[in-house]
């Protein structure tokens, strides 16, 4: 399932950039109940990092108050060209990554 | 000549009062988008923050994937959708000369798997069906919607009218009586829309996912405490004609974003 | 006299209690203002929390609680010596009382974070920065959740 990632393709050495990424992910609670009263078990990304070259530049942790189809946006400094790496993990071994390059200048 | 216009119209709305009540003129047709607060607004205006453009995504890779027995993909016969179905999703549900009756655009996708990849049918509002819908639509954003226009619709459309117009359910409410009536004004708390189906499927927050109109008319039909006309149903179908020729001029939205 | 809806609603409670034993086990299905104080103290253990330096960006009445937009942002340099360390968000009504704790540094260049959230009901939101010279700042926002009028039961 996708990822939408949206990293400004070439910046300033120094600019302050924003990146926004959206995934994909139900993000189900752990608090609901099905008609016939069984509980739906929690199914929820946990944590989110961005590396940028290898350094993380942000982190979160998320909790079932987040909503479906996660959604953050956060800022870096353009240092340097090269990559962001992106990271989601979850509940029941939930794992992915994603990245996108930058040309810094 | 104007005192015999005067007359013919007097006539028309005399014989006919029940037909022509509350029907809004297509200068005064408005996308639910404009009955949004401006945070929702722009959920929906920049593709990087709609999460309806996830499935969008996901429907373009299902395009190009080879499926079915006859391992053929979606672009093998239709090519780069973005010239192929440009303008398509604002035509359907379309007239099926074969089958003699409309198809939604979901089903016309299930065809397709059917007829030339020889795959099984996606089952309605399943993720892999919706993610196509929400490609194939978004070709069309911003074009005009002219479905209905088919004279062989026509009897389709008028069914679906008169499905509209029809009371149901505990709350023995007809679709009209909200969406023609009373738009503009609230019900608890929430904007009553005129039901333009410009932007399906679409991501509603409500449900925290997409989904297509035959979802939010099931819903609507629920909220009037009524029995639900099936998925797939000629009664669904018909209301999805009728209601995308009222919309008849409106820009497609698909994936918009609704509360 | 004319029966009030208040009185009918206290004689139908009575009924109820009188007549009927109820089976439904009650549980706590909300955070409470006490859990809400808990979490927060979890995060910033015995420290002072002053009021200010950051600002919380949420509709003051959102058209649907399961998505609603928020940004949180604090006046910062985002130095090495001068920065925010993280950004702890919490509300008051919902089964929970976290919503995200997001972590910064002097690369951030701009202490701020957007995301989207679930509020169960009318309620109180609180963002709390922990700074690098570990204080910390916090602001509330209180934000109306209409509920829609037709609701899906099942589908």
């Given at each position: 399932?996708?990822?939408?990632?949206n990293?400004?393709?070439?910046?300033?050495?120094?600019?302050?950039?924003?990146?926004?990424?959206?995934?994909?992910?139900i993000?189900?609670?752990g608090?609901?109940h099905?008609?016939?009263g069984?509980?739906?078990?929690?199914?929820i990304i946990?944590?989110?990092?961005c590396r940028y070259n290898?350094?993380?530049?942000?982190?979160?942790?998320?909790f079932?108050?987040?909503?479906?189809?996660?959604?953050?946006?956060f800022f870096?400094?353009?240092?340097?060209?090269?990559k962001?790496?992106?990271?989601?993990?979850?509940?029941?071994g939930?794992?992915?990554?994603?990245?996108?390059?930058?040309?810094v200048? | 000549?104007?005192?015999?216009r005067a007359?013919?119209?007097?006539?028309l709305?005399?014989a006919?009062?029940?037909?022509?009540?509350?029907?809004?003129?297509?200068?005064?047709?408005r996308?639910?988008?404009?009955?949004?607060g401006?945070?929702t607004?722009?959920?929906?205006?920049?593709?990087t923050?709609?999460?309806?453009?996830?499935?969008v995504?996901?429907?373009?890779?299902?395009w190009?994937?080879?499926?079915g027995?006859?391992?053929?993909?979606?672009?093998?016969?239709?090519g780069?959708a973005?010239?192929?179905?440009k303008?398509?999703?604002?035509?359907?549900?379309?007239f099926?000369?074969?089958?003699g009756?409309?198809?939604?655009?979901?089903?016309?996708?299930?065809?397709?798997?059917?007829?030339?990849?020889?795959?099984?049918p996606?089952?309605?509002e399943?993720?892999?069906?919706l993610?196509?819908?929400?490609f194939?639509?978004?070709?069309s954003?911003?074009?005009?919607?002219?479905?209905?226009?088919?004279?062989?619709?026509?009897?389709f459309?008028a069914q679906?009218?008169?499905?509209?117009?029809q009371?149901?359910?505990?709350?023995n409410?007809?679709?009209?009586?909200?969406?023609?009536d009373?738009?503009d004004?609230?019900l608890?708390g929430?904007?009553?829309?005129?039901?333009?189906?410009?932007?399906?499927?679409?991501y509603?927050?409500e449900?925290?996912t997409?989904?297509?109109?035959?979802?939010?008319?099931?819903s609507?039909?629920?909220?009037?405490?009524?029995?639900?006309?099936d998925?797939?149903?000629p009664?669904?179908?018909?209301?999805?004609?009728?209601?995308?020729?009222r919309?008849?001029?409106?820009?497609?939205?698909?994936?918009?974003?609704?509360? | 006299?004319?029966?009030?809806?208040?009185?009918?609603l206290g004689?139908?409670?009575?009924v109820?209690?009188?007549?009927?034993?109820?089976?439904v086990?009650?549980r706590?299905i909300?955070?409470?203002?006490?859990?809400?104080?808990?979490?927060?103290?979890?995060?910033?253990?015995?420290?002072q929390?002053?009021?200010g330096r950051v600002k919380l960006d949420i509709p003051?009445?959102?058209?649907?609680?399961?998505t609603?937009?928020m940004?949180?942002?604090?006046?910062?340099?985002?130095?090495?010596?001068?920065?925010v360390?993280?950004?702890?968000?919490?509300?008051?009504?919902?089964p929970?009382?976290?919503?995200?704790n997001?972590?910064?540094?002097?690369?951030s260049?701009r202490?701020?974070v957007?995301?989207?959230?679930?509020?169960?009901?009318?309620q109180?939101?609180?963002?709390?920065?922990?700074?690098?010279d570990?204080?910390?700042?916090?602001v509330?926002a209180?934000?109306?959740v209409?509920?829609?009028?037709?609701t899906?039961?099942?589908?």
């Amino acid at each position: 399932m996708a990822a939408l990632i949206n990293v400004p393709s070439k910046a300033k050495r120094g600019d302050i950039i924003e990146i926004r990424t959206l995934t994909s992910h139900i993000m189900e609670t752990g608090f609901r109940h099905t008609a016939d009263g069984k509980l739906v078990p929690r199914d929820i990304i946990t944590s989110f990092a961005c590396r940028y070259n290898g350094t993380e530049i942000f982190r979160a942790d998320l909790f079932p108050a987040i909503a479906a189809n996660p959604y953050l946006s956060f800022f870096t400094v353009a240092k340097d060209s090269g990559k962001f790496e992106f990271e989601w993990i979850g509940d029941n071994g939930y794992s992915t990554t994603a990245s996108a390059s930058i040309t810094v200048e | 000549m104007i005192s015999w216009r005067a007359i013919a119209v007097a006539t028309l709305f005399t014989a006919a009062p029940a037909l022509l009540a509350g029907e809004i003129p297509p200068d005064a047709r408005r996308s639910g988008y404009t009955f949004m607060g401006p945070d929702t607004r722009a959920m929906q205006d920049d593709d990087t923050t709609n999460p309806g453009m996830l499935f969008v995504l996901d429907g373009e890779a299902l395009w190009a994937k080879k499926t079915g027995s006859a391992s053929r993909a979606c672009a093998d016969c239709h090519g780069d959708a973005r010239s192929s179905m440009k303008g398509v999703a604002a035509r359907y549900p379309s007239f099926d000369k074969s089958l003699g009756r409309p198809v939604a655009l979901d089903q016309r996708i299930n065809l397709c798997r059917a007829d030339h990849q020889q795959a099984a049918p996606l089952p309605y509002e399943s993720r892999d069906l919706l993610a196509l819908s929400a490609f194939v639509a978004h070709q069309s954003r911003g074009i005009p919607i002219t479905a209905g226009d088919d004279p062989q619709a026509k009897p389709f459309v008028a069914q679906g009218r008169a499905l509209f117009m029809q009371r149901e359910g505990q709350l023995n409410l007809a679709c009209t009586n909200c969406h023609d009536d009373n738009f503009d004004k609230r019900l608890a708390g929430a904007p009553i829309t005129q039901g333009q189906p410009t932007g399906y499927p679409l991501y509603r927050l409500e449900w925290q996912t997409l989904g297509s109109l035959a979802r939010r008319l099931r819903s609507c039909m629920t909220g009037v405490r009524a029995q639900a006309y099936d998925y797939g149903s000629p009664e669904l179908v018909a209301l999805e004609l009728y209601l995308m020729s009222r919309a008849r001029g409106l820009a497609m939205e698909t994936p918009a974003v609704r509360p | 006299m004319p029966t009030t809806r208040r009185q009918f609603l206290g004689l139908a409670g009575g009924v109820t209690v009188a007549g009927t034993i109820p089976i439904v086990t009650l549980r706590p299905i909300e955070a409470t203002p006490a859990m809400l104080n808990t979490a927060i103290r979890n995060v910033v253990g015995e420290a002072q929390i002053r009021n200010g330096r950051v600002k919380l960006d949420i509709p003051p009445l959102v058209e649907n609680g399961n998505t609603v937009p928020m940004t949180v942002s604090v006046a910062s340099p985002m130095t090495a010596d001068d920065h925010v360390k993280s950004i702890h968000v919490f509300n008051e009504k919902n089964p929970q009382p976290n919503i995200g704790n997001f972590y910064f540094g002097p690369s951030s260049g701009r202490a701020q974070v957007s995301t989207r959230i679930r509020l169960a009901d009318t309620q109180k939101v609180v963002a709390i920065a922990h700074l690098s010279d570990d204080t910390f700042w916090q602001v509330a926002a209180d934000v109306v959740v209409t509920l829609a009028a037709c609701t899906e039961e099942t589908n």
